[in-house]
């Protein structure tokens, strides 16, 4: 099992920056990939970030490129805890933020954070 525990949210004006972070608890050395979606009021929950703990690897989706940056830590358990650095935030930004996590073996697992509200408004 693995309790996932974000951090950050808040109320930015549009144009600035918000830092989210998501600590992992639990079997996080089963953990194979991490990531953050988000919900906004009405549409469905969609992906913003991923990445591979053990490479690195990152994917964002399109509406978020060259503004978010999703990383990790560097060493021992703190590799597992997550931060998305969020720049020249936008109203449309504005939703429910929500850590994610998973497993991967004959299935896959999936984690949920509780979700941090983040909202982008002057």
């Known amino acids: 099992q693995v309790k996932l525990v974000e951090s950050g949210g808040g109320l930015v004006q549009p144009g600035g920056s918000l830092r989210l972070s998501c600590a992992p608890s639990?079997?996080?050395?089963?953990?194979?990939?991490m990531g953050w979606y988000r919900q906004a009021p009405g549409k469905e929950r969609e992906l913003v970030a991923h990445i591979i703990a053990a490479i690195g690897t990152t994917t964002y989706s399109e509406s978020v490129k060259g503004r978010f940056t999703i990383s990790r830590g560097t060493s021992g358990n703190a590799k597992f805890t997550t931060y998305l650095q969020m720049n020249s935030l936008k109203a449309e930004d504005t939703a429910v933020y929500y850590c994610?996590?998973?497993?991967?073996?004959?299935?896959?697992?999936?984690?949920w954070g509780q979700g941090t509200q983040v909202t982008v408004s002057s």
């Open positions: 639990g079997s996080i050395f089963q953990i194979s990939a």
């Open positions: 994610h996590a998973e497993t991967w073996g004959r299935t896959t697992i999936h984690y």
